[in-house]
């Protein structure tokens, strides 16, 4: 594979900065926005909240000055788990929201328990309702100091957009530090919340009476759909060139590809090159963690990546309980994994081979396209609505820079 990619806007950014548009009585410009079908569900709420939604490519405009309701459509928060970053904003805004349980998903349990702990310790109100619903409350929040038992990504969001409209400061010690929580800050402060220390493990925001702005703000790149792309010439073999990405967001992800052999270069103005013959050599251990560790987002794409190579490689899961189910469809293709627990043990093969296999998360199923890519043969690849929740139209991109890729027709749901 050979060619130019240009990398879109992070979906994990965002959802999040979304969901502070709801902080907003005046409107959001969101720019650099990707088309994801996340992104459509969390405008879909957004609009069932009372909100003016306009969408035109990937500029976004929320109207938040009218809010209706403080309830999230059940259908809606089951189709995408993650709009339970939208709790800390309604809170803030309307004192109170309604919002089904997020279901555990295929990499794990996913619990809220440190989002509800903070809501809980800056004074609101958790009433577990029955029937899987949720109701939490809040006359007015106190800024308070949390300690986080994890640098939960999630817990850090709703924190942060809860605390805006809370009375004095919040600190939240052992923060999440990814680059989307920098961009949600940066977003705030266009907001007019004075909010520090993203990216630092500590965050301070000061609480304020309301929010009249009109920001317009450019979404970070999205470093993960970067890394993927990638891996994906890495494994295959060949030369690709990536533009609009950060060099900083996928360092981790650019060092285990240059250990593995890939040629990589970084310019300036957010351009990487990658050269790799396809003959990757094994990585001895790869842990993933928390920002700037190797993100737990890459961990299938990586695995994939070393089932064909030669050497035998590590990888241990450190961040979610369940993340090797996808490794099940990558052994229909002739890998050699044994997975105890959060380790996965990956001998390399010399061929994969192509196989009828089936997506069921949306990173397991980004490597499942990275494993048929490199494999001999016809790959057929099922649950392709999981892959189009984080990868704007993933197989025309692909093909742009020679993957031989298709939609088949038939279903929508399969390449
Ligand atoms: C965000 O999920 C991302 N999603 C995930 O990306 C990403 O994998 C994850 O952060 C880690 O980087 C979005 O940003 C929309 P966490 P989140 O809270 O916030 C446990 C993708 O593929 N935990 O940092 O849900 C949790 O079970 C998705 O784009 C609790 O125990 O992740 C997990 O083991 C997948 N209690 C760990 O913390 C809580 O209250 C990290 O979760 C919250 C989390």
């Given at each position: 594979m050979s060619g130019i990619i240009e990398v879109p806007g992070a979906k994990n950014a965002v959802l999040p900065v979304l969901a502070a548009t709801?902080?907003?009585?005046g409107t959001s410009i969101l720019e650099n926005c990707p088309e994801l079908d996340d992104v459509f569900t969390m405008l879909e709420i957004l609009s069932a909240l009372g909100c003016k939604t306009k969408k035109k490519g990937s500029r976004i405009e929320v109207d938040a000055?009218?809010?209706?309701?403080?309830c999230i459509p059940e259908i809606l928060a089951k189709r995408m788990r993650?709009?339970?970053?939208i709790l800390g904003s309604v809170l803030a805004r309307c004192g109170e929201v309604l919002i089904s349980y997020p279901g555990g998903c295929e990499i794990g349990m996913r619990p809220i328990d440190m989002h509800l702990r903070a809501l809980e310790q800056m004074g609101a109100e958790v009433d577990g309702l029955k029937h899987g619903m949720l109701k939490v409350s809040a006359s007015k929040l106190q800024g308070c100091e949390i300690l986080l038992d994890y640098p939960s990504v999630g817990a850090t969001e709703n924190i942060m957009l809860a605390a805006c409209f809370a009375e004095g400061e919040t600190l939240i010690r052992n923060a999440a530090k990814e680059p989307e929580i920098e961009d949600l800050q940066e977003f705030l402060k266009k907001l007019g919340v004075s909010v520090s220390g993203a990216g630092s493990g500590v965050i301070r925001i000061q609480g304020v009476k309301e929010i009249n702005a009109e920001p317009v703000h450019k979404i970070i790149p999205d470093r993960i759909v970067a890394g993927t792309y990638l891996a994906a010439v890495a494994a295959t073999g060949g030369s690709l060139v990536v533009t609009n990405v950060e060099y900083d967001h996928i360092g981790s992800i650019l060092y285990c590809l240059r250990r593995a052999g890939c040629k990589i270069k970084n310019y300036t103005g957010g351009v990487v090159t990658l050269e790799s013959d396809g003959k990757l050599k094994a990585l001895d251990l790869v842990r993933t963690s928390p920002y700037p560790g190797f993100p737990t987002d890459m961990q299938p794409q990586i695995v994939a990546l070393l089932s064909k190579c030669s050497g035998t490689s590590v990888v241990v899961e450190t961040v979610f309980e369940n993340r090797f189910r996808y490794t099940e469809q990558l052994q229909k293709m002739g890998a050699d994994i044994s997975v105890q627990g959060r380790t996965a043990i990956i001998r390399g093969v010399d061929k994969l081979t192509g196989a009828s296999v089936e997506a069921r998360d949306l990173r397991g199923g980004a490597a499942l396209i990275i494993a048929g890519l490199a494999a001999e043969g016809e790959t057929r690849i099922s649950g392709v609505n999981y892959i189009d929740r984080g990868y704007e139209r993933v197989e025309q991109v692909l093909a742009k820079v020679g993957a031989n890729i298709r939609r088949v027709e038939e279903s929508r749901n399969m390449i």
């Open positions: 709801l902080l907003n009585n000055s009218n809010l209706t309701s403080s993650s709009s339970i970053i």
